[in-house]
Every structure is written in C-alpha cells, then in structure tokens.
C-alpha cells in the first residue's frame, strides 16, 4: 500500500513529462537493484564473511540467551536516600539507593510486579534518579523456565519523547515545504535506509568502507536529486557535481590520512568496537575516511543542487547568455556559497568535539599536545577534508553546466 500511494504521489506531480516519469522511475529502480545486490555479490566472494571460525561464532551467539530490553514504570518509591545530607562523607564514598517498585511494561513479562533496587555513585555526574511514575529500561535475564532471575536498570525511557521531536520536525517540513517537504522526507527516509540497511551490515561483513561509502553516497545522491529536482538536466549536474565532491572528499581524507598516519581508533567509540574479537577484521582507518565522506555528502549536496539550480535559471531568464558568461556567474555564486558552507561543516564538527576539547585545555600541558592526538586530528581531517570536497563541487558542477549548456543563436 505504502508503494502505491508513493508511485500515486509521483505520478500526480510528474504527470505532465509523459514517458520522462517512467524513465525516472526505471531508473531509480535500476539503482535500488544495483545498490542492494551489487555489496551481497561483494560479500559472498569476501574471505572474511566465509571464513568458517567467523560462521562458527555467529552460531554460537544465536543460540546463547540474550538479555531482553523492556520497558518498565515506577509505582512506588519504597526506599529512597537521596536527598539527604551527609557534610561529612566524602563524595568518592557517597553511594545513595531508591528501592522501587515497578511494573514491566513491554514484552512477555508485561504486567508483572517486581522491586528492583537502583545505585547511585554521587562522584559519577551523570545519575539516574527515578521519580514516581517515570519510565525506564531495564535489562532482563530469564532462567531455562522462563522465569526473571535478574533485573537491571539500564536508562530513562526516551523513545517516545524521540518520536515526537521526529514528528515535529517531519510536521514543520510538511507545513513550510508541502510537496517538497514530503519528497525531503522520502529522500532522508531513503538515505537512512541505505546507511542502516547496506552500509553498516556490509561494514561487518568485512567489505571495504571507502568504497562502499563511495557506492552509498553515490545512490543517496542520485535517488535523492532525481525525487526531489526531476529529471532534467539541472538534476544530472547536479548529481555529478555531488558525486566529484564527494571522490575529492574522500581522495584529500585518505591521503592526509595516509599521511598523518591515523588509524580511526583516537575515538572510545571505535576502541570498544575493536576490543569485538568477531569484528577484528574491519577496516578502521578506512571507516575513519568512508564517515568523512558521508559526513561531507549533505553540504557537497546542497552546493551542486544550488549552484546547478541557480546556472539552470540564468538559462531559462536569458537562453541567449554565451557559456564564458553563464559560467563565470556559476563561480560568482559558488563564491558567495564557500564561506558559509565551509563554517557550516567545521562548526558541525568543533560542536560535537566541545567536551573533549573542554577536557585537553584543562588537563593538557599545552597547545603541542593537544594538536598531536589521534583524536584532534580526525576531527580536523574530518572539517577539513569535507570543506576541500565542498569547495571543489564547485567548479565541478560549474564545469558540468558549461558542457550541457548550449546557447542559442
């Protein structure tokens, strides 16, 4: 049903172009097909997905128990000390307790009663306390019988709270952008779908990141550009503008990389993925370099479609413009674009890298060794190589609009 009323969709706003529509569509089918079955080909010819010691643990995983995630909320607070005052007890040996009564909310136990008793360390900063009624996750292991033999707190219950802020941000979409606002939402619905549904899957598989990520960014952009733009010509420029910023992109990161000799473990978060004994053969340096490019795809994107849209309209308010000329006012607008674009991406970058960097100026002995960590310098590879990617879409997409364009005499 979701299909029909998307294909329904489409044919009501692309009515007008004929067979140009079924083109479009023919088309994004075609790359839907290459680009889910293209990395399975890959994957089944990959030593390290047949490798038989790897086969022999996932077997062994699925058929250990697994603990279960549920929901649960506070009924009652029967115990709680965490609001006393103690002056005299060191804060390192401070540890607070709340017994609570919860009833299990989700999965086969839902309805069940149970007291769970929840820690809390006063020298950790980040502390669960509950109050009456709050939500919560709770880790949950069963015996042979089926019955709960442990039950730990695990985190807030934020789900829901998530999907309203989702919600309003699709509803705001929808109101200011309309049909447009719809097709974003399809586009980013699709991009997220190949990042979580081939990239990341074929990641563990053992496939190389840079060029998957290379195929993944490719098809975001085409199936994005040809929903949103049409298929045109200002589409086709715009496509390939993206796709060049996006191989420069990730050209500069490998060889500043290479050169700086990373090797995609400065972050706790890919520490821990390497300490996965069934996850040693991933490519980290290179995850380093395929998070670059994907990072950089979104303002690579919006430049090629900009410039491509704005070049486009010169042609359609003045068909008669000679190529030097249309193309000299493409670099005028590219020009006016860097600045922003290029602080757009570092800023997105230094923002998630605040508490870290909070942390090297108080405890570091310097700017040297701040400079010199892994850490530092991924981040600014990240900024910099995006930035190098964006900055080259320009004149890629400038240079494709001169080739297509022919002026009329």
């Known amino acids: 049903m979701q299909n029909n009323a998307s294909i329904h969709f489409r044919c009501g706003t692309f009515q007008n172009h004929g067979s140009g529509y079924f083109r479009k569509l023919q088309t994004i089918a075609a790359f839907f097909l290459f680009f889910i079955i293209t990395p399975q080909l890959f994957a ?10 790897l086969r022999a643990y996932y077997d062994t995983q699925l058929s250990l128990p697994k603990n279960q995630v549920v929901k649960a909320r506070v009924i009652e607070i029967v115990y709680d000390d965490t609001a006393e005052s103690r002056p005299d007890m060191p804060i390192e040996s401070d ?12 999965g086969k136990h839902k309805g069940e009663v149970y007291t769970v008793r929840n ?8 502390r ?12 949950l292991d069963e015996d042979e019988t089926g019955k709960i033999i442990n039950l730990k707190i695990y985190e807030r219950a934020r789900d829901i709270k998530v999907y309203i802020l989702i919600a309003l941000f699709a509803a705001a979409l929808i109101i200011v952008g309309r049909k447009n606002g719809i097709k974003a939402l399809i586009t980013l619905g699709i991009t997220v779908g190949l990042i979580f549904g081939i990239f990341l899957p074929c990641i563990i598989r053992g496939m190389n990141p840079i060029l998957l990520a290379l195929a993944v960014c490719s098809a975001a952009a085409v199936l994005t550009l040809l929903i949103i733009s049409g298929n045109n010509k200002k589409t086709y420029t715009a496509i390939i503008g993206t796709i060049g910023g996006v191989i420069v992109a990730g050209i500069f990161a490998f060889i ?15 520490q821990m993925l390497a300490f996965i004994p069934q996850h040693r053969r991933i490519d980290y ?18 430049v090629a479609m900009s410039i491509s849209s704005a070049m486009w309209e010169i042609v359609s308010v003045s068909p008669h413009v000679s190529k030097k000329q249309l193309m000299q006012s493409g670099m005028n607008i590219g020009r006016d674009i860097i600045g922003s674009m290029s602080n757009t991406l570092i800023l997105a970058y230094v923002s998630t890298s605040i508490p870290v960097l909070l942390i090297f100026l108080l405890f570091s002995n310097g700017f040297t060794e701040i400079v010199n960590l892994e850490l530092l310098a991924s981040e600014v590879l990240r900024a910099v190589a995006g930035s190098i990617g964006l900055i080259c879409t320009i004149p890629l997409t400038v240079y494709c609009v001169g080739q297509l364009y022919h002026p009329k005499a």
């Open 44 to 53: 089944q010819n990959n030593p390290d997905t047949n490798d038989s010691e």
């Open 95 to 106: 540890f607070r307790y709340q017994h609570l009564k919860i009833e299990i909310l989700t």
């Open 285 to 302: 340096q290179g995850l380093l370099f395929a998070g670059i490019m994907i990072g950089a795809l979104g303002a690579v994107m919006d």
């Open 119 to 126: 820690t809390i360390e006063l020298a950790i900063p980040y």
């Open 256 to 270: 500043a990389g290479k050169i700086l000799m990373l090797t995609g473990l400065g972050s706790e978060d890919a």
């Open 128 to 139: 669960l306390i509950f109050k009456l009624h709050e939500k919560m996750i709770l880790q």
